[in-house]
């Protein structure tokens, strides 16, 4: 009978064995045939948004290496994290991916209480696509012309300072609390619904300063309403090479991009992940993506998944203790 037991226990390990060698090899191999369906793309921001220039500007290209359509899908709402839900609650197969930003990424679990997917835990970064500095607007009859010069005012001012951002808990929020925190200064925060409305208020005076990304405070530039000071990348912009940056200024390694990216849902097959890392590191090679970039003032991203990942976990641990400080919450 124990002859008869260890037998049977045998031919199940035999089994279980080689089923999971034929699984082993049937993994890379449904990643090899991927994809054999046109592959669904949300984006957490309406049609027209910098995120969807970004991912119909890579469509055509991913289209004819992958031989399927790249089929749009835009679901704007809650500072990104209800197009991000659903890539994270959908299937693990690399028929459903996401272009997600570091609002709904870095910044939002930081300020709910509760969210109804983890980013590090629900979803794979896949690739780093672009990334934006903010500029440091000052009204155009500010009296400071440099960055220290503006620092020194607004020091002077005690707490009479107040700066417009362009959302409560934005890119354009956060790097002027990075900067208040990074440089010693006061002041009271102005939120507005987008930057056409906060670029405003500055050029009128009403508040008198405000970080956001460039094209948007382009206009108000050229007419002389507004004057920029510095801006928040590490380097300096190809588009503006005579504007310092603020590490330049005095605060070396100061850094505060607004950026974005592509993810899957955890548990996508790590091939699939590296294809598709591949076919877009290749894509934004393109000489029309690059020019369809620099139209928008984007700096172009690229690199591997895994140099995705630290990036992106030291940008949650950075903003993580600026929002904690700051003490923004958005529920």
């Known amino acids: 009978m124990s002859h008869f037991i260890s037998r049977r226990h045998f031919s199940k390990v035999a089994a279980s064995l080689s089923f999971g060698a034929l699984s082993?090899?049937?993994?890379?191999?449904?990643?090899?045939?991927?994809?054999?369906?046109?592959?669904?793309?949300?984006?957490?921001?309406?049609a027209g948004s910098s995120l969807d220039v970004i991912v119909r500007s890579l469509g055509e290209t991913l289209k004819t290496r992958w031989g399927q359509p790249l089929i749009v899908e835009n679901k704007p709402g809650a500072g990104g994290t209800i197009g991000m839900d659903a890539v994270a609650k959908?299937?693990?197969?690399?028929?459903?991916?996401g272009i997600g930003f570091n609002g709904p990424i870095a910044f939002a679990p930081f300020m709910f209480k509760k969210m109804a997917y983890d980013p590090a835990k629900d979803l794979l970064p896949i690739i780093l696509t672009t990334s934006q500095p903010n500029v440091l607007a000052v009204p155009a009859n500010h009296p400071a012309s440099t960055l220290p010069e503006f620092l020194a005012w607004a020091k002077s001012q005690g707490n009479k300072v107040s700066y417009a951002s362009v959302g409560l808990g934005s890119s354009s929020h956060l790097s002027m609390e990075l900067l208040k925190t990074t440089a010693g200064f006061e002041a009271t925060h102005v939120p507005f619904n987008g930057s056409p409305p906060a670029a405003l208020s500055v050029a009128q005076g009403e508040t008198q300063?405000?970080?956001?990304?460039e094209p948007a405070l382009l206009a108000l530039v050229q007419a002389g309403r507004l004057k920029l000071l510095a801006v928040t990348s590490p380097q300096r912009l190809a588009a503006r090479p005579e504007l310092p940056t603020v590490a330049e200024a005095?605060?070396?390694g100061f850094d505060a991009l607004a950026w974005n990216g592509l993810f899957a849902p955890a548990g996508t097959h790590p091939e699939i992940?590296?294809?598709?890392?591949?076919?877009?590191n290749a894509a934004m090679a393109e000489p029309a993506f690059r020019q369809a970039m620099a139209k928008q003032g984007l700096i172009i991203g690229g690199g591997?998944?895994?140099?995705?990942?630290t990036f992106m976990d030291g940008e949650?641990?950075?903003?993580?203790?600026?929002?904690?400080k700051a003490g923004i919450k958005l529920d």
Request: aromatic content about 8%; cysteine-free; hydrophobic content about 55%.
């Open 24 to 46: 082993a090899l049937a993994l890379p191999a449904v990643a090899q045939s991927w994809p054999d369906k046109p592959v669904r793309m949300i984006v957490p921001a309406p």
């Open 90 to 97: 959908a299937a693990p197969d690399g028929y459903t991916l």
């Open 209 to 213: 300063a405000l970080l956001a990304v």
């Open 250 to 252: 005095g605060f070396p």
């Open 273 to 280: 992940v590296k294809r598709i890392n591949a076919d877009v």
């Open 304 to 309: 591997s998944a895994a140099k995705f990942k």
């Open 316 to 324: 949650s641990r950075k903003w993580g203790a600026i929002i904690t």
